[in-house]
Structures are given as C-alpha cells and as structure tokens.
C-alpha cells in the first residue's frame, strides 16, 4: 500500500502545475468552434450519386459481357433502394462488391485517395 500513496501523492502533486482557466471566446475569435457550428462542415457528402452510377453500369457494354462471362464471381444486381434502382455486384464473398464501369473507374479511385491521401497500396486496398 505505501507504493500507491506514493504514486497517489506524485499525481496529486503534479496537477497544480497545469493552469486550467476556461474562457468564452465570441465566435469570431475562435476559429475552431466557429468553423464546426456551420452547418456547410456537418454535412457530410460522399460524392457520388448511386443513380448515376447504375445508368452508367447499365451503358457499359463491358458490364453485359461481365454478366455472361463464367468465373468464380457471382454476379447478381442488388437493390439500392425503393425506387427499384440496381446495381451489379459480386456476392461470392458474402458482402456485394460492385462492378465498377469503365468510365468511372478513375473517378471513384481518386475519390477514395482523396479521403486521406494514403499511398496508392492502401487505396488500392480500400477499393478491393
């Protein structure tokens, strides 16, 4: 028990060293909290529009010989929502992975590596 009061009375000690006084900045002058509270940072847009990129599959001649081409690959067309939109994906791992068009391939990578700007492995990676 002695070692914990020691180390007890260490932290004890420690904590008037820490000047902890709280005051209101009005907004303009902290620019922290000023840049939060705006409803323009709270929303969060992904950046890509689902419906489009349905139209797009579907426009996509490669995305027809996909469908017929005989691989491991489980190709179905998964629902995105009520309005009947569907997306082809893979199913095979259990999680649909979708096919991505030829036209929007460079879009949807730069998207993803734009998030964070990883090394082009890990966006690699968060794409597959």
Known sequence: MP???K???RHLSAIPEFNCTFKHLPGK???GADALSRIEINAVKLGLDYNHFARK???DP???ATRTTITSLQWR???LNDSGTTILCDIST???CPWIPASLRHYLFNLVHNLSHPS???STRLIT
């Open 62 to 64: 490669e995305a027809s």
């Open 3 to 5: 070692s914990q009061d």
């Open 120 to 122: 082009l492995r890990a």
């Open 94 to 96: 259990g999680r649909p």
């Open 29 to 31: 002058k902290n620019p």
């Open 7 to 9: 180390h007890r009375h």
């Open 57 to 59: 599959q579907q426009q």
């Open 77 to 79: 067309d998964v629902p």
